[in-house]
């Protein structure tokens, strides 16, 4: 979604305008139901507060080391952590893949 795109791109400049057009797409999305973007609503809202998170900015983003690698993210408003996994998916190789008789 362009407004998306254009508040990540001036939220280093003017955060006024980058949550103005956060909200404005959160807006959009909301009244017309718009199926799309998930990536914004899972990222860039905080659900508890319901206001507009931009990393670096009104949002703090950091990645944990442990045995599951996960990107954390913190609300400056609210303090609310969301913790997003990093794992990648697991391939099905020839070996391991069940063959069926026909």
Not at 40 to 50: A, D, I, Q, S
Not at 61 to 87: E, F, M
Request: glycine letters at 4%; aromatic letters at 6%.
């Amino acid at each position: 979604m362009r407004l998306v795109d254009f508040a990540l791109e001036t939220a280093s400049s003017d955060i006024r305008r980058s949550e103005a057009a956060l909200e404005t797409a959160l807006r959009v999305l909301k009244r017309y139901n718009v199926r799309g973007v998930p990536v914004f609503r899972r990222y860039f809202l905080c659900h508890e507060c319901k206001k507009v998170m931009i990393p670096g900015r009104t949002a703090k983003v950091r990645v944990s080391s442990g045995k599951v690698k996960s990107l954390a993210i913190t609300c400056s408003s609210c303090g609310r952590t969301y913790r997003i996994p990093l794992t990648k998916k697991k391939r099905d190789t020839k070996e391991n893949a069940q063959c069926r008789p026909t």
